[in-house]
């Protein structure tokens, strides 16, 4: 009776094992019928607002004559913008920095004194508009300022796109799309049939100049430079087959 109820027990386990080897190699299996594929989507688009700004200074022994020249200069900025069709709303001056300048004296390589030479104020403009192209011929233009007798110092326009977030919704659809697509030709030219969406990923957004030979970056461009860009962005699926 012992032998007998030994032998069962042994051939449970047997039984037992069997299955459980074949189940696992059967999930296995089915771990490796997927299709993982990488769709992207890409628009090129205009900018729609620019931001362009400079700085002007003056420079005066007496703090209060500093001033008037600055307000002076204020002035003429404020005229020569809105003559070229800036509209004052979008004219921003930021408030006026005040340094006081002083040249070192030395004696056989010593210092012994420092000299005021006077006070330096600075201040800048910034020009925030939907104008792109008006406020980019203004921006090329402003050496009419410094022949004025203005110590005017220009920085580049930065050119940005206020349908970012409707673009990038666009661009994750056709992503996906295209990931789809790759995944359905895929499941035909290996006879199969593609399943239920096991997991989708999105990659990083990507903006740089059209036609250009610029970076991507594993944390995403953003190209501020260029009014004309390109917008990219990837969508990874994986899929069950059946």
């Given amino acids: 009776m012992k032998t007998y109820f030994n032998a069962l027990i042994t051939a449970i386990a ?21 299709i993982a594929v990488t769709g992207l989507g890409s628009k090129n688009f205009v900018s729609d607002l620019i931001v362009w700004s400079g700085s ?6 007496n703090l209060k004559e500093a001033y008037a020249q600055l307000d002076k200069d204020r002035e003429s ?8 069709g800036i509209k004052p709303e979008n004219i921003i001056f930021t408030s006026v920095d005040i340094n006081e300048e002083y040249d070192d004296v030395y004696e056989k390589g010593v210092r012994i ?12 403009v910034q020009i925030e508009s939907n104008d792109v192209d008006k406020v980019e ?13 203005i110590q005017f110092y220009s920085n580049n326009p930065q050119y940005y796109y206020t349908k970012l977030a409707a673009l990038k919704i666009e661009m994750i659809a056709e992503a996906t799309k295209d990931a789809s697509e790759r995944a359905k030709r895929i ?9 239920k969406l096991k997991k989708a990923d999105m990659g990083v957004f990507q903006i740089v100049a059209q036609n250009s030979s610029e970076e991507y970056s594993w944390g995403g461009s953003f190209n501020t430079t260029s009014k004309r860009k390109t917008a990219t962005i990837t969508v990874k699926l994986e899929y069950e087959t059946d």
Wanted: glycine share 8%; aromatic share 10%.
């Fill in 14 to 34: 047997i039984v037992a094992t069997a299955y459980l080897l074949a189940n696992a190699f059967q999930n296995r299996n089915k771990s490796y019928n997927c």
């Fill in 56 to 61: 002007f200074t003056e420079k005066n022994h």
């Fill in 77 to 84: 900025i404020r005229n020569y913008m809105i003559s070229k």
């Fill in 113 to 124: 004194k420092s000299v005021f030479k006077g006070y330096r104020l600075g201040q800048n």
């Fill in 137 to 149: 011929n203004v921006s090329r233009e402003v050496t009419e300022l410094i022949n004025s007798g």
């Fill in 187 to 195: 499941a035909e030219n290996a006879g199969s049939k593609v399943g």
